[in-house]
């Protein structure tokens, strides 16, 4: 019995043949190929190739179809990716920006505050003085 591909069927049929049901996929590249198959089994070495031929090239298109596929997703995957790490990035940027100013206004303050210190230091040791008997 003949290996068979998916979606092709052998079927019983009058007499001990069984009949070769192709896909419309094997039909269309054996009609590319200018092969014209029997429709009753069995078939000739000749015939066996190159239908077996034919099934690989059926088999190795959905298995680049399915690759294409699978590449596709993970790309769309990484960009997806990407943009989320671009908008985590910005928004961490915005942050550290805001930190930075917020910084710079706690630093003049604590300048303010320390001159203020030795100002009322230097004030308290000028009244402070007292004349001890």
């Not at 959905?62 to 990035?89: H, P, V």
């Not at 210190?117 to 230097?122: A, G, L, M, T």
Request: net charge positive; glycine share 4%.
């Amino acid at each position: 019995q003949q290996p068979q591909a998916p979606g092709s069927q052998l079927r019983p049929s009058q007499g001990h043949f069984q009949e070769l049901v192709l896909t419309e996929d094997e039909k269309k590249l054996l009609l590319k190929e200018g092969v014209t198959l029997p429709t009753q089994l069995p078939l000739t070495k000749y015939e066996e190739r190159v239908l077996k031929k034919i099934r690989r090239k059926i088999r190795n298109k959905q298995s680049a179809q399915e690759s294409r596929k699978k590449k596709k997703e993970y790309i769309d995957g990484l960009e997806s990716r990407m943009s989320a790490c671009t908008a985590q990035n910005q928004e961490l940027q915005r942050k550290v920006l805001h930190l930075e100013k917020q910084n710079s206004s706690l630093l003049e303050q604590l300048k303010k505050l320390q001159a203020m210190v030795v100002q009322s230091s230097n004030k308290a040791a000028q009244t402070g003085t007292c004349l001890a008997v």
